[in-house]
Each structure stands twice: as C-alpha cells, then as structure tokens.
C-alpha cells in the first residue's frame, strides 16, 4: 500500500531491541498489574487480600514506550512525577483463556520497565472514581530495556532494584508477587486474547518516589537485564 493512501504518515511500528537478534520485538498493546507486591500496597494505603480480590490492570498507549538510555522531558500536569521499577513479561505466542499450567507456553522472553506515574494526577483520579488515564498513560512514561529471549522460562524469583542518582530507592524480589507470572496470564487471558508483542509489566514494589529534573535511573532484575532514564528539563 503506498504511503498516499493515508491522509498523513502513519505513526511509526512500536518495538524493542532484542539481546542476540538483529530483529526488533514489534510491540502490539503494553499491560500494566496494579498493586502486586503487598508491601507497596501497603504503601499506597490500600492493602491486597488475595483471598477475595482479583488483579486489576491499566493499560497504556505502545506510542508511550521509550527506550532504556533514553532522556525524557519531565512531564507537564504534575509536580510528582514518579517510578515504578517492575519485570515486563513478553507476549510471544498468542493465547486467550490460559489455563495456569500451559501460561509458559505465551512466554518469549522478560526485559526491565519503568512505569512511570504522575503521581498526584493517579490519586485525585483513584479518589474520585476517575479512569487513570493522565497519571500514568504519559508521552515517553512507559520504558522498556531490551527483550530478553527466554521462551518458556518462568521467572519465579530474582532481586528487584532500582537506584536514583546512585542510591537505593527499591529492592525487592519477583518471589514477592502477589500474582505470579502464571496466575497472571491465566487472568489476563480470561479478558483479552493475548498476542504476541504484548508487553505485560508486573507491578512494582515498595519504595516508590519522585523524581527531580537531572536525576538518573538505574534499575535491574537480576537474570534480566538492566534499565537506565534520565529526568531531562520540565517540558
Ligand atoms: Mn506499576
């Protein structure tokens, strides 16, 4: 199809590099698992029972993503711009109603991501009953490091961390997800038929907080791989 059929160039295929490959990972849709570390629960002031609650997701727009290295422009509407380091599972087979026990079958492979959040924007919205939409589905606010290739590989434990201008802010350990990566895809999969390219990031663990103009992330997943932003000038 020429480009003249369409009214204005269309915006580009997101993807991400790949470790070993020279292809890129197309990226179709980006996940995100709301409160899935008890302990930052906790710190957001609304704990999880998993005797009685069900994961809860948002999403954000795959234009959003930015790669690892890059420096981003502190975002407009906040004055708590904030990051959540989390393990990003990708989707690499297709699949809808998942059972738990076949979910390893969807994995391609893991990579690090920053879910960042204008914070103060996500809880004027969670008081009032508003979508999240401008707290955390934010231009450059989705980051992702390169992919990982690890088909089949359930990741079932490795250390969480991430740094700010050198020093400690999160660490945890993926053995600390209230959800785990396969009661994940179990769940997601009852909502959405899961394609390859989908990026699912896991949720964060404690230790959340601002960012400043200048400020330098380094985080990792031990067994993953590693992630870097730089907090660039208010926009
Ligand atoms: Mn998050």
């Not at 069900?54 to 795959?62: A, E, I, N, Q, R």
């Not at 989390?86 to 699949?95: A, H, I, Q, Y």
């Not at 969480?160 to 660490?171: A, I, K, M, W």
């Not at 959800?179 to 909502?191: G, H, K, M, P, V």
Request: glycine share 10%; aromatic share 8%; hydrophobic share 40%.
């Amino acid at each position: 199809m020429s480009t003249s059929h369409y009214l204005w160039t269309p915006p580009a295929v997101p993807s991400v590099p790949v470790r070993g490959r020279a292809e890129r990972a197309p990226v179709n849709r980006l996940f995100f698992v709301g409160r899935n570390y008890h302990a930052h629960a906790v710190e957001m002031g609304r704990p999880v029972d998993k005797s009685v609650e069900v994961p809860f997701y948002f999403t954000k727009s795959p234009s959003s993503l930015v790669e690892s290295g890059a420096t981003v422009p502190y975002p407009s509407g906040t004055r708590d711009y904030q990051y959540e380091m989390e393990l990003v599972l990708v989707v690499g087979k297709p699949g809808f109603r998942v059972a738990a026990a076949d979910a390893h079958e969807l994995i391609y492979g893991y990579a690090c991501g920053l879910d960042m959040t204008r914070r103060d924007l996500q809880l004027v919205a969670r008081e009032k009953g508003r979508p999240w939409d401008l707290g955390k589905d934010i231009e450059q606010g989705a980051v992702i490091s390169e992919v990982v290739p690890m088909p089949g590989v359930v990741i079932e434990h490795g250390e969480v961390v991430l740094t700010v201008n050198g020093q400690l802010r999160q660490r945890s350990d993926v053995d600390k997800l209230i959800w785990n990566i396969r009661e994940l895809i179990a769940d997601l999969s009852q909502y959405y038929h899961l394609q390859p390219g989908d990026l699912i990031y896991t949720g964060t663990p404690e230790g959340v907080g601002p960012v400043q103009p200048g400020d330098r992330l380094e985080g990792s997943v031990a067994g993953v791989g590693e992630i870097v932003l730089q907090i660039g000038a208010a926009e």
